[in-house]
């Protein structure tokens, strides 16, 4: 079947399966460390992944907060290049302020790296021609946090990306209708606590990993600022890969942009 994209598409498409499908942030933070996860694991405390799971659950309700109320407003300059490194460093000054403190700071200070993270995503998909003032492209800004963190549930033939997309759809679709007649007077509505409890789940696999990253006793606040601009990075990049696809889906179509996808 010949692909209705350009060479220059192609060649994007190609860019932002690179970007969502690999590598993983456990195998970069390994690489950066020099010391594999599993000995950050090894030192977590016994119930930490209930710890991880309601930090996820928090940061993700408080994201979705940023999402509806002020997203738009904040981002009304016009479209142009993602300012990414200006939220890397945002990101890795909360990061050092947790790193300092460990584990017992991850419940503050993850809600402040997530929004400072949902900011940046949302930066990218203004560049990448999404109209922010939308509620489905803030909820797409928001599901950007569920990539990059596979389940067991998930489809083993699919692709990771297109995995997490398909697990979202539903309640992306409900929590959308239900903003779009509502909006945010009712933060505990049914609908709204799927989504965030569904993107919590695969965000508090990444954040997991984050966690065992800073249970490894290398340089304390400092150690955190790396992580914390590492993980602000992982999902920057699955913030590009995602709006690429994205906009080559309005011009071409979602079905002719998944089959090229997975053979590019």
């Keep these: ?59 993700m309700m408080k994201a ?32 050092a302020v947790g790193g300092a403190f460990g584990l017992l700071a991850l419940s503050v200070e993850l809600p402040i790296s997530t929004t400072i993270m949902l900011r940046s995503v949302a930066d990218i998909a203004k560049s990448e021609g999404e109209n922010i003032q939308h509620i489905e492209t ?55 606590v799927r989504l965030t409890s569904l993107i919590a789940s695969r965000f508090g696999i ?9 249970a490894i006793p290398i340089l304390g606040a400092a150690s955190g600022a790396l992580i914390n601009t590492l993980f602000i990075e992982h999902f920057q990049n699955m913030a590009r890969g995602h709006f690429i696809v994205r906009r080559l889906e309005k011009i071409h179509g979602e079905e002719p942009v998944r089959i090229a996808y997975l053979s590019a």
């Design 1 to 59: 079947m010949t692909s209705s994209l350009s060479k220059t598409e192609l060649a994007e498409l190609k860019r932002a399966k690179a970007l969502l499908e690999n590598p993983s942030l456990a195998a970069r933070l390994s690489a950066t460390l020099g010391s594999p996860l599993e000995r950050g694991m090894s030192m977590l405390p016994a119930r930490f992944q209930s710890t991880v799971q309601k930090a996820s659950e928090a940061a």
């Design 64 to 95: 979705l907060d940023v999402a509806v109320k002020s997203i738009g407003v904040e981002n009304r300059r016009k479209a142009g290049v993602s300012q990414d490194r200006v939220h890397k460093l945002a990101a890795a000054t909360s990061g």
């Design 138 to 192: 803030r909820l797409a800004c928001l599901t950007v946090f569920a990539m990059g963190g596979r389940t067991a549930s998930d489809d083993a033939a699919e692709s990771g990306y297109f995995a997490a997309r398909l697990a979202m759809s539903g309640a992306v679709s409900e929590a959308t209708k239900f903003l779009a007649e509502k909006g945010m007077s009712k933060a505990g509505a049914p609908a709204l």
């Design 206 to 214: 990444v954040v997991s990993e984050k966690a065992a990253a800073q």
